[in-house]
């Protein structure tokens, strides 16, 4: 085992010492050392419930025949660093968790990892350090929160409801009492946010590429089923040191392909694209961003999940849960092993009835396509990326007017202000991973151009990326990005902005001699963040196309 190398022989005196010192006894020195990597906070909902989970998981990996130890990870809601300076630091918390799980691990050789998460970027970077370190791990997602409740037994959702809502009041849309009543009732307690927004979208896609028990992606925070999973990956994870089972036995290109095509049925958040491309790039695994779009168009949106649609993580769950999702999908997923044992194909013959109203047959989608879409052209040449699930058919394809901010909070200033008519198109730059940096969401615009009601008739565009909760004609992740003099930086305001997603095209239509004239005289703006380590983040991270990762240049 990787801890004899802390534990066995004379030399390991000093270190057997200190492992008493923590109290472990010498009869527990020859089980397999499992570290749990923990995110609990009391800053997230989604989090606060993971000291109970820590119990069971604990209980499962001493009943299989482990010693468990416990270690801390940070954790940033997205939805409280929304709109402010804290979003710059949401996504590169991602390449921060990666490698402090990868730190922990080798400095103290553990044998495996439970992975305990939850919310938005703590997923995916607990997913890369798996990948990266390819030492038996397994993954525990807390789960979703149960939907909020209003008068008239209205469900709410956290993200949709409260983020428009704002707008909405603005607008004279509703009151301060029905303002009050959302506020109060979005968040009913434990649980990532209940829409298939990134948290949620994240936790099924590891449940589909086999990195976490069946169910694990969707059972609620507050079931006893969720106790019982984190008691059984406790389990788990012993069995797998021994059995020497690897997440890059599991996560290979046919699971990240079954992983894209369960994300594009559901019409699940396009943050996954950053993500998977970078835990696939851990995982040594090629995943070309056009291969999004690729299987997109072989498979069918067939759930209407919020926010754009009707069905919550409760819903989706009691339905069929990822199992349902695989048996519908049929053979467009491919046969796969998980941790669990059984390979895709069986997990999907293991469900019995899956409900139809939720879940649909393929012959029966939501919409032809998968939720997501690829564009490009001359303003994003390296790709650009549309969660299409969320697009309405009147806003498929549009010719707007430039209208152009070089921060987030301009233009939501201008939004809030009604300063932004039918026909514009916001165009928010200098907000990518390194120009932001950290590439922030752009929920509280999206949201807001919702709230007004003018989701059929203006786009926004950005180098920064969305919420899983955005929905509308909302195009993010233009490669390349304004900071490094990608085409969004020279556009102007009262430049024509076509946007075509069938066709999936994504132009400037200002001709390449003016553009050549306008980049002659563009200037590098001065970074936003100048120390710190965001300030050395911002030196080493990569495009959207590549999945923002960093590098070592």
């Known amino acids: 085992m990787r801890s004899d190398m802390i534990k066995k022989g004379l030399e390991r005196t000093p270190h057997r010492a200190l492992l008493k010192g923590t109290g ?101 970077g607990m997913l890369m350090a798996a990948a990266r370190l390819n030492i038996p791990c397994i993954v525990v997602t807390a789960g979703p929160m149960m939907s909020g409740r209003g008068t008239a037994g209205r469900k709410y959702s956290f993200v949709s409801d409260t983020f428009e809502a704002m707008a909405r009041y603005k607008a004279g849309v509703i009151n301060d009492k029905e303002l009050q009543v959302c506020e109060d009732n979005a968040c009913p307690g434990m649980g990532s946010c209940q829409g298939l927004f990134t948290a949620n979208t994240m936790a099924i896609l590891t449940e589909t ?23 059984a990956s406790g389990e788990k994870i012993v069995e797998l040191v021994h059995n020497d089972v690897k997440p890059r036995d599991i996560m290979t290109r046919k699971a990240f392909e079954n992983a894209i095509r369960v994300d594009l049925a559901l019409g ?17 695994v090629e995943l070309p961003l056009e291969l999004f779009d690729e299987l997109g168009k072989d498979t069918p949106q067939i759930a209407s999940m919020n926010p754009a649609g009707e069905h919550f993580m409760e819903d989706l769950d009691i339905a069929g849960g990822v199992s349902g999702v695989l048996k519908q999908l049929g053979s467009k997923i491919n046969d796969t092993p998980t941790l669990f044992g059984l390979t895709t194909h069986q997990l999907a013959e293991s469900i019995q009835n899956v409900d ?104 926004l565009i950005t180098d920064g990326r969305f919420s899983g ?52 005289s563009w200037k590098a703006p001065e970074p936003k963040i100048k120390g710190g380590w965001l300030a050395r983040y911002a030196k080493v991270v990569t495009s959207a196309h590549t999945g923002a990762i960093t590098t070592a240049d």
């Open 268 to 284: 699940g958040s396009s943050n996954t694209v950053l993500h998977l491309l970078a835990i696939a790039h851990e995982a040594g």
């Open 24 to 124: 472990v006894p010498q009869n527990q020195m020859d089980k397999p050392f499992i570290g749990v990597a923990t995110s609990f906070t009391d800053l997230i909902p989604g989090h606060v419930g993971m000291r109970d989970l820590e119990r069971f998981i604990e209980k499962g990996v001493h009943s299989g025949g482990g010693y468990a130890f416990f270690f801390g990870i940070p954790g940033v809601c997205d939805g409280m660093a929304m709109g402010h300076k804290g979003m710059h630091y949401s996504l590169p918390t991602r390449e921060l968790i990666a490698d402090m799980v990868e730190s922990v691990a080798e400095a103290h050789r553990l044998d495996g990892l439970v992975l305990l998460t939850n919310c938005d970027k703590i997923t995916p």
């Open 356 to 459: 139809e109203e939720v879940i649909r047959p393929l012959g029966n989608p939501i919409k032809k396509e998968g939720g997501i879409a690829i564009l490009s052209g001359n303003i994003a040449p390296k790709g650009a990326v549309v969660k299409q699930s969320g697009v309405s058919e009147a806003m498929m394809k549009f010719e707007g007017v430039a209208r152009c901010f070089d921060a987030e909070e301009l233009a939501m200033a201008a939004i809030m202000e009604g300063k932004i008519k039918s026909g514009d198109c916001v165009v928010i730059r200098y907000e990518g991973p390194k120009g932001g940096p950290g590439m922030r969401e752009m929920l509280a615009p999206t949201a807001a151009i919702m709230g007004m009601g003018l989701g059929d008739s203006v786009a």
């Open 209 to 231: 590429m086999g990195m976490s028990l069946p169910r694990c992606g969707t059972a609620l925070a507050v079931s006893a089923l969720k106790r019982r999973i984190a008691f």
């Open 469 to 520: 909760g955005t929905r509308g004609p909302c195009i993010g992740h233009i490669s390349p990005e304004a900071a490094q003099g990608g085409p969004i930086a020279l556009v102007k305001d009262g430049d024509i902005i076509r946007l075509d997603i069938p066709n999936r095209r994504l132009e400037l239509l200002v001709d390449d001699a003016t553009l050549a004239i306008r980049r002659a």
